[in-house]
């Protein structure tokens, strides 16, 4: 009894259940561009709690620690991927990790490399 199986993925085929990808792409365009204006309080305020708990260094906030780090441009969008409530933004100058919250997307990783077959080494992470 595949029918209702194969009915229903027709069915969600054919109604356009698409992946948003546009909003990542914006949190991450929103971020790089608070960094670009020297609003690091706002670039905070768009990172995931427990990257913006983790960045600091003991007697700094998180905009001095971001101020210090002097991630470089982001840059155009050049690629967008998202699995459940996780996507990778690939800008012309940084890779960034992000996670869906109900609030929206919110910065995980910035500053990110590929390292040949390794994960990725990021600047920012949680």
Not at 19 to 38: C, G, N
Not at 49 to 56: C, N
């Amino acid at each position: 009894m595949r029918f209702p199986f194969v009915v229903t993925a027709l069915v969600l085929a054919a109604t356009g259940c698409a992946v948003d990808t546009t909003s990542p792409a914006r949190a991450a365009e929103r971020f790089h561009a608070a960094l670009e204006a020297h609003q690091e309080d706002a670039a905070c305020g768009l990172l995931a709690r427990s990257t913006a708990e983790k960045l600091p260094d003991r007697g700094q906030t998180c905009a001095q620690a971001l101020g210090d780090l002097k991630l470089g441009p982001g840059g155009a969008v050049t690629e967008v991927s998202v699995w459940g409530k996780e996507a990778q933004v690939r800008l012309a100058g940084d890779t960034l990790f992000l996670h869906r919250f109900d609030d929206g997307w919110r910065v995980k990783a910035a500053g990110c490399r590929p390292v040949h077959d390794l994960p990725y080494e990021c600047e920012v992470e949680d």
